[in-house]
């Protein structure tokens, strides 16, 4: 793993496509991600970004944006009034491209000062996205910024099994990811789960089950047809990732499957479904055509 430290000169990205959706902005403390090996980086959708690895193979390297922090106090203010230009809620997803608890980050500790900052700077709506039980470490500061602002946890949970067939294992097994879930929601805090991409699901009914007594408030549910910036899929299936999918469940390879298992998850959790799930807009149940009527 080939680690440099880096200096930035912009932390919070005006967001465009897919995110505009769902913040004004993105804010990542680290270029590349050390779960990049693991079964999430085979599914992960920034492996394809050129402009991101600039050569380099996804998983193999990790940029440090040391000084993100600093650029934060310095461009929040001008980026807290563009926002307000258009109209919408300073919002950040931290992160869109990499996860902020990844390994480095104990050593680094750049999303831990980025979290302090906000502590002073504070955004209108902050969402953190991790895969990682290291977002613990930063529980104390999370409950403070909840208090200040409308915050949100996802917690990537791509379905019921810790790993496909053929592919690595993730960074923490769902078992612990579902207790980061109760963690979270014991101290009153919105927890989503992020299915995101699908993974097929052992048994859909149980898993659902086990999100609602956790505490989550909702689940996010994103197929990579679409999710994967290409309308067919076509990124994706680049990768091993559809093969262990098809090993599975071959019914997960289409865009049907999103729909099937968000309508099971519905009879437990509001569900949402792609951007407008990660934006917070979610439903409970399907509306039928009487009930339109």
């Given at each position: 793993?080939?680690?440099?430290?880096?200096?930035?000169?912009?932390?919070?990205?005006?967001?465009?496509?897919?995110?505009?959706?769902?913040?004004?902005?993105?804010?990542?403390?680290?270029?590349?991600?050390?779960?990049?090996?693991?079964?999430?980086g085979?599914g992960?959708?920034?492996?394809?970004?050129?402009?991101?690895?600039?050569?380099?193979?996804?998983?193999?390297?990790v940029?440090v944006?040391v000084?993100?922090?600093?650029?934060y106090?310095k461009?929040?203010?001008?980026?807290?009034?563009?926002?307000?230009?258009?109209?919408?809620?300073?919002?950040i997803?931290?992160s869109?491209?990499t996860?902020?608890?990844?390994?480095?980050?104990?050593k680094?500790?750049?999303?831990?000062?980025?979290?302090?900052?906000?502590?002073?700077?504070?955004?209108?709506?902050?969402?953190?996205q991790?895969?990682?039980?290291?977002?613990?470490?930063?529980?104390k500061c999370?409950?403070?910024?909840?208090?200040l602002?409308?915050?949100?946890?996802h917690?990537?949970?791509?379905?019921?099994?810790d790993?496909?067939?053929?592919?690595?294992?993730?960074?923490c097994?769902?078992?612990?990811?579902?207790?980061?879930?109760?963690?979270?929601a014991?101290?009153?805090?919105?927890v989503?789960?992020?299915?995101?991409?699908?993974?097929?699901?052992?048994d859909?009914?149980?898993?659902?089950?086990?999100?609602?007594g956790?505490?989550?408030s909702?689940?996010v549910?994103?197929?990579?047809?679409?999710?994967?910036?290409?309308?067919?899929?076509?990124?994706?299936?680049?990768t091993?990732?559809p093969?262990?999918?098809?090993?599975?469940?071959?019914?997960?390879?289409?865009?049907?499957?999103?729909e099937?298992?968000a309508?099971?998850?519905?009879?437990?959790?509001?569900?949402?479904?792609?951007?407008?799930?990660?934006?917070?807009?979610?439903?409970?149940?399907?509306?039928?055509?009487?009930?339109?009527?």
């Amino acid at each position: 793993m080939e680690i440099r430290e880096t200096y930035c000169t912009s932390i919070l990205t005006r967001t465009s496509g897919y995110l505009r959706e769902v913040c004004s902005h993105s804010l990542n403390p680290y270029v590349g991600c050390g779960y990049g090996n693991s079964s999430c980086g085979e599914g992960c959708y920034v492996r394809f970004n050129q402009w991101l690895l600039r050569g380099r193979q996804w998983g193999s390297f990790v940029d440090v944006k040391v000084n993100a922090d600093k650029v934060y106090y310095k461009t929040v203010q001008a980026e807290r009034r563009w926002a307000a230009r258009r109209g919408v809620p300073f919002s950040i997803f931290f992160s869109s491209s990499t996860d902020p608890w990844q390994p480095v980050e104990r050593k680094f500790r750049v999303t831990h000062r980025v979290l302090n900052a906000m502590l002073e700077e504070v955004p209108d709506i902050l969402i953190l996205q991790t895969h990682s039980s290291m977002i613990l470490e930063d529980m104390k500061c999370i409950v403070a910024l909840d208090r200040l602002c409308d915050l949100r946890v996802h917690i990537s949970i791509e379905g019921d099994q810790d790993s496909l067939p053929g592919l690595p294992p993730p960074p923490c097994s769902v078992g612990q990811r579902i207790k980061l879930v109760k963690e979270f929601a014991l101290r009153g805090i919105t927890v989503v789960v992020c299915m995101s991409p699908l993974y097929p699901l052992k048994d859909p009914n149980y898993f659902f089950t086990r999100l609602a007594g956790s505490g989550a408030s909702a689940v996010v549910i994103d197929h990579f047809i679409g999710g994967d910036g290409t309308q067919d899929g076509s990124r994706t299936r680049r990768t091993r990732l559809p093969l262990a999918m098809k090993s599975f469940d071959e019914q997960a390879l289409e865009l049907s499957y999103r729909e099937k298992i968000a309508t099971i998850a519905r009879n437990y959790l509001p569900v949402g479904i792609s951007a407008p799930g990660f934006a917070g807009v979610y439903s409970s149940k399907m509306v039928s055509i009487t009930e339109k009527t």
